[in-house]
C-alpha cells in the first residue's frame, strides 16, 4: 500500500510510504544591476529573474515499502535530459524543472547487499520552456 499522493514530478508519484519525501527547499535567484549615482546612494535597476531551484529530500525503505524503482525512474529521466512538471495534490503547479542531480546514501544492507534505508536528495532548476516540448520529452520516456 503506497498510501496518498501529495506530490508529482512528471509521471514519478511521491507517496506516504515508499517513495516518499521529507522536506523540500527552494531557492530563487534574482538579478539586480547596481548603478552608480552622482551625490546619492547608488540606483539598483531589476535586469529579469535568475533561476530557481528546488531540493527535495527523502528516505526510502526499499525492503520494507518499495520505491527505489521509482528512484531509479527519476535517475533515468536525469540521465536522457527529460523537463518534468512538479505539482503538488492541492493543485500548486511549481512548473516544469529539469533534474540536475540525484544523490543517494544507501545503508542498513543486508547479508546481501540490498539497502534497508536509502536517503536520497533530488535537486530540479525551472525549465521556461513552452509545455508542448515537455509533453514530447515525457512520451520519449515510455
Do not use: C, K
Amino acid at each position: 500500500m503506497a498510501g496518498p499522493i501529495p506530490m508529482a514530478l512528471g509521471p514519478f508519484m511521491f507517496h506516504a510510504h515508499g517513495f516518499g519525501y521529507t522536506d523540500i527547499e527552494r531557492s530563487l535567484e534574482t538579478r539586480w544591476s547596481t548603478l552608480e549615482t552622482a551625490g546619492r546612494m547608488d540606483a539598483q535597476q531589476w535586469t529579469g529573474p535568475g533561476s530557481e531551484t528546488i531540493l527535495i529530500n527523502g528516505v526510502l525503505f526499499p525492503q520494507e515499502f518499495g520505491g527505489q524503482t521509482t528512484l531509479d525512474g527519476v535517475r533515468l529521466a536525469a540521465r536522457q535530459g527529460v523537463p518534468l512538471m512538479l505539482v503538488s495534490i492541492g493543485g500548486r503547479v511549481f512548473g516544469t524543472h529539469t533534474i540536475q542531480g540525484v544523490e543517494e546514501t544507501q545503508s542498513l544492507h543486508d547479508r546481501i547487499g540490498t539497502p534497508g534505508q536509502n536517503e536520497y536528495s533530488i535537486e530540479l532548476l525551472a525549465y521556461p520552456g513552452s509545455f508542448l516540448n515537455v509533453i514530447g520529452a515525457v512520451a520519449s520516456i515510455f
